[in-house]
Each structure stands twice: as structure tokens, then as C-alpha cells.
């Protein structure tokens, strides 16, 4: 049973414009959230993180919204560049409850087409 | 800053054999963790340790796989006898302590690629 759902395995945008990536969770002991991003052949990186005291958290071109009542997150990025195409890993963690655990959704491969 | 190591990138085995991974996390790093990404089940986590100590191995498949961390800079992923249904890429992640104890961003190596015909 899946605790984080990524429900669109794939988004294509085009440059300049706005990506929406979505994600949601089952588990009301998640608290911390992260997105995460990989390039082929490379390990997932951090991009932007929300604790779940927070509604929005912003890092230039990227944008995190929670909504703790819907359990749903997203991440934002405007604009969208070609270089932004890459899988995005939405990723939950109990953190408060002193886990280091991330359970991860399967991903959202987006293409941010020139 | 080298980031996590790991090694090898790729391996080719035959149903059966023996099979290890390697990692080495970031110096000062004292959490360790250890993913597998496959197509259908996505990223997971099999086991992670804390200043060398396993803490959660609920994700480990199966006793054909083991994990150790004999030190702060090294651990190994170990499957044997290996699979088919083991073919995935298996991923290293280390991080710092964080408040009270509770760590913070996971920092992941290239991954290695197994393959078992």
C-alpha cells in the first residue's frame, strides 16, 4: 500500500511556462516533506523541502505548497527551463517522531520542452 | 567534498551467485541508508543505520540480503544467492544528525546497477 502517490508518471511543459507537480500522502504521522530530482544515471538530489507547520516554502523558481487538510503537496517551478527536465521523487517523513525514514513516491518524469 | 561513493556502478551476475555492493558516505556523515529503485515498486528503503548500527531493516526483502557497516566509512549491501527479480538499482544515502537527533537532507550516491540473468 502506497503511502506517497505520485499520480502522473509523466508532464511535459513547455519553457517559460509553469510546472505543477503533484503529490499525495496516506499517513497522518508524516510531517516533514521533500522533493527530490534526478538526472538519468545519477543519484536523487534535495530541491526543496516544507515542514508540515508551514503551507509554503520558496526557493527561487521553485515553490512547495502543503495542504495538510487534503494531504496533498505540490511543487511548483516558474519558469520552466529545458535543464529542469528530470524525474521529481515527492518524498515523507515522521521526522517529528524522531524517524529518519523517507518513504518516497514513484516519481514524475518531467520534459520542459525548448 | 567526493559526495557518497559507490561501487561498483554496474554489475552483471548469473542467478546464484554472490553479489556486493559498496558505499562509502560523506566524512562526518552518521546516518546510512540503503534504496532500491525498480519500475514497479519505485524508490524504497531496505535499511539504514545510525552511527553504525542498524535501526530499521523493515524493508529488507528477504534473507538473502544483508547489510553491514563495520565503520563510519564504509557498508556493504549483500545478496546472495542472487536473483533475477533482484535486477534494480540500488542506491546509497548518507546524512548529517539534525535537531534532537532527527536528521535532515539525504544525500545520495550515483547508484549501482545490477543485472541478474
Not at chain 1, 47 to 62: A, H, M, Q, Y
Not at chain 2, 68 to 95: G, H, W
Request: charged letters at 20%; proline letters at 7%; glycine letters at 8%.
Amino acid at each position: 500500500d502506497q503511502q506517497v502517490k505520485q499520480n502522473s508518471p509523466s508532464l511535459s511543459v513547455q519553457e517559460g511556462r509553469i510546472s505543477i507537480l503533484n503529490c499525495d500522502y496516506t499517513n497522518s504521522m508524516f510531517d516533514y516533506f521533500l522533493w527530490y530530482k534526478k538526472y538519468p544515471a545519477e543519484g536523487p538530489t534535495f530541491l526543496i523541502s516544507i515542514s508540515s507547520i508551514k503551507d509554503k516554502n520558496e526557493d527561487g523558481r521553485f515553490t512547495v505548497f502543503l495542504n495538510k487538510s487534503a494531504k496533498h503537496l505540490s511543487l511548483h517551478i516558474v519558469p520552466s527551463q529545458p535543464g529542469d527536465s528530470a524525474v521529481y521523487f515527492c518524498a515523507a517523513s515522521p521526522r517529528l517522531g524522531g524517524s529518519e525514514k523517507l518513504v518516497f513516491g514513484k516519481g514524475t518524469k518531467l520534459t520542459v520542452n525548448p | 567534498d567526493a559526495g557518497v561513493i559507490q561501487s561498483p556502478r554496474h554489475e552483471v551476475t548469473e542467478m546464484g551467485q554472490e553479489v556486493t555492493l559498496r558505499c562509502k558516505p560523506i566524512s562526518g556523515h552518521n546516518s546510512l541508508f540503503w534504496y532500491r529503485q525498480t519500475m514497479m515498486r519505485g524508490l524504497e528503503l531496505l535499511i539504514y543505520f545510525n552511527n553504525n548500527v542498524p535501526i530499521d531493516d523493515s524493508g529488507m526483502p528477504e534473507d538473502r540480503f544483508s547489510a553491514k557497516m563495520p565503520n563510519a566509512s564504509f557498508s556493504t549491501l549483500k545478496i546472495q544467492p542472487s536473483e533475477p527479480r533482484d535486477s534494480a538499482v540500488y542506491f546509497c544515502a548518507s546524512s548529517l544528525p539534525g535537531l534532537a537527533g532527527r536528521t535532515d537532507t539525504q544525500y545520495f550516491g550515483p547508484g549501482t546497477r545490477l543485472t541478474v540473468l
